[in-house]
């Protein structure tokens, strides 16, 4: 039996632009209603459309506390992050669409 699994993501205008944080089930399809501007918001508002960063969780609870804690953090904290696991930042939507 497959377990649902969480993800904790990040989303970037370009590297070291604005970021959003996010908690979904869902990953592809909200990655892609991101980038399509489905739901209006703060990634519409900064044209935040890059997937740069992506973990796995085994629960919601534990994807959330994940979520909440990233938010907390500074914003070198948040690039270290990204970077150590995506050096040129890049969008990593068709290594997951596509894969």
Known sequence: MNEKQFYVYIM???ENGAIYIGV???LIK???QHKNEIIK???SKYNIKLLVYYEIHGSAEE???REKR????????????????NPL??????TIAFA
């Open 41 to 43: 918001g703060h990634t």
């Open 24 to 26: 979904t089930s869902d």
């Open 12 to 14: 970037a205008s370009r």
């Open 63 to 65: 994807a959330i506390l």
């Open 89 to 94: 930042w890049k969008d990593l939507y068709e």
């Open 70 to 85: 990233l938010k907390k953090w500074t914003r070198p904290m948040k690039n270290d992050l990204i970077t150590r696991q």
């Open 30 to 32: 909200r990655v892609y």
